[in-house]
């Protein structure tokens, strides 16, 4: 079965940085498009980042030149480097794996990893 296990996460002071992982299994990897999400509390679920197949990206306009998303397809891993923490950066960190099939697209999570950025 499908597995995605975060690692990484911890506390932090402001300005500092931190790499996630999600290390995938049971799937091919280089098939699927990944995601990174966060939750704060009493927040909504927003993706942060996120990276195709093919390996284009996309950030969330509040990561944007902080945060660098990247893939190793030999690995089936996916990263997420955050430089310049802020304390708005506090959340439950969440990887998603996505197969697009037609209208039916598959979409996995793992069980998320926590990060906090004291001030």
């Known amino acids: 079965q499908v597995q995605l296990v975060e690692s990484g996460g911890g506390l932090v002071q402001a300005g500092g940085s931190l790499r996630l992982s999600c290390a995938a299994s049971?799937?091919?990897?280089?098939?699927?498009?990944f995601g990174w999400y966060r939750q704060a509390p009493g927040k909504q679920r927003e993706l942060v980042a996120g990276?195709?197949?093919?390996?284009?990206?996309n950030y969330g306009d509040s990561v944007k030149g902080r945060f660098t998303i990247s893939r190793d397809n030999a690995k089936n891993t996916v990263y997420l480097q955050m430089n310049s923490l802020e304390p708005e950066d506090t959340a439950v960190y969440y990887c998603n794996a996505v197969l697009k099939l037609g209208n039916l697209p598959l979409s996995y999570w793992g069980q998320g990893t926590q990060v906090t950025v004291s001030s």
């Open positions: 990276i195709t197949s093919g390996g284009i990206t």
């Open positions: 049971g799937m091919i990897f280089r098939r699927y498009d």
